[in-house]
């Protein structure tokens, strides 16, 4: 590796050794939101589109791990709905991606997951409650692959319409994990054609790359004993450490 164009700064492997980890545990659903604290966390060290871009070889592998783990799990009925509107998402993203500062997403991202938590906790789900409507998963799943597009943050929108559905644990996970899969790998021409994807974020890529199989172990094995309401406690932490870092990095880091 001593041959190619790595990162090489000990602050930037500081913050991406535990992004890393806690993104492949997140793939896993349990813990779904600490996810979205992978770009917020190399920030520290690097721009926001080049740590999304060094992240993009590393899904890639943790998405294939995740679906070959829960393959006989998801909920197809549910992941067609997804996929279509997580893919205009990410055509959104494409376009507004120079045009929108991604500290102002991040910003946005973490109001709407802070609100969503406070609704929550403040009047709390009831087993009688209506599910959600299909117009507002349409729109919650736009935001999520528009915001996974400019900085991988797509968990709280997407958890924030599954959440109230009541899925299963594992169902809840392998429907993420597959849906993650398909918007995840529709953003490699984009991400080539805005110049993100070089031969120095790939090789520093590939120094992180063992460490992807490592997390999603990890989750994988808490996801499949988790108890259910266990489960989403832990998906409300992570959403509230995400959004409290992402509004931290929109509004007062920019």
């Known amino acids: ?28 659903g349990f813990g779904a939101g600490f996810g979205s604290l992978a770009v917020p966390l190399m920030a520290l060290a690097l721009p926001v589109p080049e740590a999304a871009a060094i992240l993009m070889p590393l899904l890639l592998v943790m998405d294939v791990l995740g679906i070959a783990a829960f393959r006989r799990d998801v909920n197809l009925q549910l992941l067609k709905f997804l996929v279509p509107f997580g893919l205009l998402g990410t055509v959104v993203g494409t376009l507004m991606f120079r045009v929108l500062s991604p500290h102002m997403v991040a910003g946005i991202v973490g109001v709407f997951t802070l609100l969503f938590l406070a609704q929550r906790l403040l009047f709390p789900p009831r087993p009688d409650d209506p599910l959600p409507r299909r117009g507002v998963g349409a729109v919650l799943t736009v935001a999520s692959g528009f915001t996974s597009f400019i900085s ?82 832990f998906i409300y932490v992570g959403m509230f450490l995400a959004g409290a870092k992402l509004v931290w990095d929109g509004f007062f880091q920019a």
Not at 3 to 26: E, Q, R
């Open 152 to 233: 991988h943050a797509g968990g709280p929108p997407l958890n924030a319409y599954l959440i109230p559905l009541r899925l299963a644990p594992i169902a809840f996970t392998a429907t993420t994990a597959y849906f993650f899969f398909v918007v995840n790998l529709s953003k490699w021409i984009p991400y080539a054609w805005l110049g993100l994807i070089d031969l120095r974020n790939m090789a520093t890529s590939l120094v992180l790359l063992p460490l992807a199989p490592i997390g999603v172990w990890i989750g994988v094995r808490i996801a499949r004993r988790i108890d259910a309401k266990l489960f989403y406690r």
């Open 1 to 28: 590796m001593s041959g190619l164009p790595i990162h090489t700064d000990p602050l930037f492997y500081a913050v991406a050794i535990p992004a890393v980890l806690l993104l492949g545990i997140s793939k896993s």
